[in-house]
C-alpha cells in the first residue's frame, strides 16, 4: 500500500512538471523561452522526483535499507567501472548539458564549423543530449559529437529568424 501511494505520487508530481512545461511553452508569445532547455530540464526535474521518491521509500522500508547498505559497496564499484567504461559518452552528456544551458547556438543559427571533410556551413537541426545535428544546403546532415562542438571554435553566420524577430 505504501509503494502504491508512492508510485501516485510520483505519476502526480510528473504530470504537473509536464503541465507546468506546457503552460509556460503556450504562454510565451515573444518565443524567448528555449525549448530544448525546458524539456531538458523538465525530464531531469521528473528523474529527480523519481529517485527522491524510491530513496524515501527504501527509508521508510527496514528490510530495504539493510538491503540498499549491502549493495552500496558493489554498486559503487559498478559504477566506477562504467564511468571509465562510458567517459566519451558521459563527456558527451556533460557538453549537451552545457550546450543547452549556456546557448552558444540555437536551433536555425547558421553555422560554420570544421569538419574531417573540411569547413563546413549548415543550418542547425537538433540539438540533443549526445550530439549537435547541421543541415548543409546541400541537404547532408552533419552529426557531431557534444563534445566536439563544446571544444571546437564556429563561426555564426546568422541568428534564427525567431531572435531577430523579437530583438526589433
Not at 510565451?28 to 524539456?39: C, H, K, N, P, Y
Not at 559529437?145 to 563544446?150: D, G
Request: proline content about 2%.
Amino acid at each position: 500500500m505504501l509503494a502504491g501511494f508512492f508510485i501516485v505520487q510520483g505519476l502526480i508530481l510528473s504530470w504537473l512538471v509536464r503541465k507546468v512545461l506546457q503552460a509556460v511553452l503556450r504562454h510565451d508569445q515573444t518565443a524567448r523561452v528555449d525549448e530544448i532547455t525546458l524539456s531538458f530540464l523538465s525530464h531531469l526535474a521528473i528523474l529527480l522526483i523519481w529517485v527522491l521518491l524510491a530513496t524515501s521509500y527504501a527509508h521508510l522500508i527496514p528490510a530495504l535499507n539493510k538491503l540498499g547498505t549491502a549493495l552500496l559497496a558493489g554498486v559503487s564499484l559498478a559504477s566506477v567501472i562504467v564511468g571509465f567504461a562510458a567517459q566519451a559518452t558521459l563527456g558527451n552528456l556533460v557538453s549537451g548539458i552545457s550546450l543547452v544551458l549556456y546557448k552558444p547556438f540555437r536551433r536555425g543559427d547558421r553555422l560554420q564549423i570544421q569538419a574531417p571533410t573540411g569547413l563546413e556551413v549548415g543550418e542547425v537541426e537538433d540539438i540533443s543530449l549526445g550530439y549537435t545535428i547541421l543541415r548543409t544546403d546541400d541537404q547532408r546532415q552533419i552529426i557531431i559529437a557534444n563534445s566536439t562542438m563544446a571544444q571546437q571554435t564556429m563561426i555564426k553566420l546568422s541568428e534564427t529568424s525567431r531572435q531577430n524577430s523579437s530583438k526589433s
